[in-house]
């Protein structure tokens, strides 16, 4: 067994290069642009969403407020008529991005802070490269990507935005798992010779 706090070094170093990583793929990639479409209409969508003031939240249109009551006949008339809409309000105003990018960080050592943990109570000191990055790297992976497949099987999201996140959970999977492997303690690395 390896001590969690001797793999502050690898954690970090993972979530770094998990933030870089992240910021090519949506700066300059352009594979992410088709997430989203523009709804029809949109300016008069807008218009008519903003006279309801809606509060920033996780909505759903129709909404029944209980088992019992999405089997009534309005609500299924409801859903029949459409549209069927799962939606998230943000705020007015600019995109904060500061403490998005703050969060998103925190999450990526959260996550290497997982993969740390899982192999630091099954692989002792000096395991090879390759043992450390696989179970890193798989632990990484399914904390970055598993969980979006929900969306796509509950809540209609687009197939290809979730291959599209998976493929980049891969990628910082795999980051995660390559860093660990560099940095595991007990074996020699170019740090360790610095």
């Known amino acids: 067994m390896v001590a969690l706090t001797s793999l502050w070094l690898p954690i970090l170093v993972s979530a770094v290069l998990v933030f870089v990583a992240s910021s090519l793929i949506h700066m300059v990639l352009a594979y992410h642009r088709a997430d989203y479409g523009k709804a029809p209409s949109e300016d008069a969508v807008m218009d008519a969403l903003r006279s309801f003031n809606i ?8 909404c029944a407020e209980s088992p019992a009551a999405a089997r009534s006949p309005e609500m299924v008339a409801k859903r029949r008529k459409g549209p069927v809409v799962v939606m998230t309000v943000f705020p007015p105003g600019e995109m904060q991005m500061g ?17 740390g ?38 809540y ?9 996140s998976t493929i980049d959970g891969l990628i910082y999977g795999l980051l995660t798992g390559g860093a660990f492997g560099w940095l595991w303690p007990g074996t020699q690395s170019v740090v360790g010779s610095w």
Do not use: H, K
């Not at 509060?55 to 129709?62: N, Q, S, W």
């Not at 209609?156 to 599209?164: A, D, K, P, Q």
């Open 99 to 115: 403490p998005r990018l703050i969060q998103w960080f925190l999450f990526a050592a959260i996550v290497g802070l997982c993969a």
């Open 156 to 164: 209609n999201r687009s197939l290809g935005t979730t291959i599209r």
């Open 117 to 154: 943990y899982v192999a630091s109570r099954v692989l002792p000191p000096g395991t090879p490269y390759m043992e450390v990055f696989q179970i890193t790297s798989t632990v990484a992976f399914v904390g970055y990507a598993l969980a979006l497949w929900e969306l796509t099987i509950w």
């Open 55 to 62: 509060p920033p939240g996780d909505y759903l249109l129709p």
